[in-house]
């Protein structure tokens, strides 16, 4: 299922604010977490938010995103990508939905504690940056005939 993953991440303020259970509403809707990393947050947050480098918000931007740890998570299975954005929400939470994550857990911008990439190109690139060779690992959970038609 890997042209079907879309890669999440807790940021450092979600690891702060003990959110790591919010991963939950993914498994919830049937996604299937192939791959989960806890690591010491995004080590080259300039190359990785280069599209934003002439934004006022830049250096904050980089520093938080350097701030603390953060919980990266491939999620496969059909649509990974365009549903993830919805269970995610919009990235300013104020246009966020509140039964979305972005929507319901932060309330700034610059602090919206979680990544997801926003086309499946830039979930492959992303997933290819965080995972070795034979990472994600090839394994079905027991349900997996359970979820998928
Ligand atoms: P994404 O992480 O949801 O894909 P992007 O649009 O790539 O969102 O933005 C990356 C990060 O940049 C956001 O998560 C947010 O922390 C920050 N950001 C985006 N727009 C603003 C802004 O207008 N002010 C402050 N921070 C912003």
Same mark, same amino acid.
């Given at each position: ?34 791959? !989960? ?6 080590? +080259? ?16 931007? #980089? ?10 998570? !491939? ?7 365009? +549903? ?13 939905? @509140?039964? #979305? ?7 700034? !911008? ?12 830039? #979930? ?8 070795? @060779? ?12 359970? #979820?998928?038609?």
């Amino acid at each position: 299922m890997a042209s079907l993953s879309h890669l999440h991440c807790l940021k450092p303020d979600s690891m702060q604010h003990g959110l790591v259970c919010k991963i939950k509403c993914f498994k919830q809707k049937r996604f299937h977490l192939a791959d !989960v990393k806890f690591l010491w947050a995004l080590r +080259t947050p300039k190359q990785h938010y280069i599209h934003w480098k002439d934004r006022p918000f830049f250096p904050r931007l #980089a520093k938080y995103r350097n701030s603390g740890s953060i919980l990266a998570m !491939v999620w496969e299975g059909p649509n990974a990508m365009k +549903t993830g954005r919805v269970i995610l929400g919009e990235t300013n939470p104020v246009d966020s939905k @509140p039964r #979305a994550i972005c929507g319901n857990f932060c309330i700034q !911008v610059g602090w919206c504690i979680i990544h997801g990439n926003g086309s499946v190109k830039g #979930a492959e690139k992303e997933i290819k940056l965080r995972c070795k @060779p034979k990472e994600p690992a090839d394994y079905r959970s027991c349900a997996f005939n359970w #979820a998928y038609e």
